[in-house]
């Protein structure tokens, strides 16, 4: 079974600019969570989403938001991009909570200049 | 807010050594999960606990439960330079929510 696949692996952006990160959960996952992680915070729960629906949010700013659609692919955006927003963004994909075994993307490592 | 608190930070040993990394809050978990990351890849799962008490061993790790359910520790014996990587610790709340904490960062030297 092929694991948790996030695309792009690497992003250099501007400050000002967006970015949207995609999430490409295990087959059969119907939940997808996004984190945050950098050296200084460590992973920090962004949101969870389940059956296209928001499930639990995190303590992030609202330009972070996220989506989910039918086949539970993942995609989140980040608007108005600020150097803070510099972070390896992880993606976690299980069964049907956050609670149950996550299963982890090897993230997208965002730069922002 | 309930917090864990993963000590020490930061762990640079030979290889052969043996380590032991901490996991502790002042609340109770239902269950609490160790993973391992390592550089330019996600976290993995290495166990789960879920009895107060509980000693889980995976080859050369060893992972025990605090019997209140509010604290838990991992011990590598022999440790490996493929051992290299960040541990993450994260419990279950009551309440079923997930808390990471920040994680100890182990550098097994040759």
């Known amino acids: 079974k092929a694991g948790v696949t996030q695309t792009p692996r690497y992003l250099i952006k501007t400050r000002g600019q967006q970015v949207t990160l995609s999430c490409s959960p295990i087959?059969?996952?119907?939940?997808v969570s996004w984190y945050q992680q950098t050296p200084g915070q460590g992973l920090q729960f962004l949101f969870e989403y389940f059956s296209e629906t928001q499930r639990n949010k995190g303590n992030f700013p609202g330009r972070f938001s996220g989506r989910q659609f039918s086949n539970s692919r993942s995609e989140m955006n980040v608007s108005t991009l600020e150097l803070g927003d510099s972070a390896l963004y992880l993606c976690?994909?299980?069964?049907?909570?956050?609670?149950?075994?996550?299963?982890f993307g090897p993230g997208t490592r965002l730069t922002v200049l | 807010t309930q917090l864990l608190e993963q000590s020490p930070q930061f762990l640079s040993i030979q290889e052969g050594e043996n380590l032991t990394v901490y996991c502790n809050s002042s609340s109770v978990f239902s269950s609490l999960q160790w993973y391992r990351q390592e550089p330019g890849e996600g976290p993995v799962l290495l166990v789960t606990?879920?009895?107060?008490?509980e000693v889980k061993k995976l080859k050369r790790l060893t992972f025990q439960f605090g019997d209140a359910r509010k604290d838990s520790s991992l011990h590598i014996t022999a440790a490996q330079t493929g051992d290299t990587g960040l541990y993450l610790c994260a419990g279950v709340s009551l309440g079923n929510k997930l808390v990471f904490g920040a994680g100890t960062i182990l550098r097994v030297k040759s």
């Open positions: 976690a994909s299980s069964i049907g909570q956050r609670t149950d075994t996550q299963y």
């Open positions: 606990v879920v009895t107060g008490g």
């Open positions: 087959s059969g996952h119907r939940s």
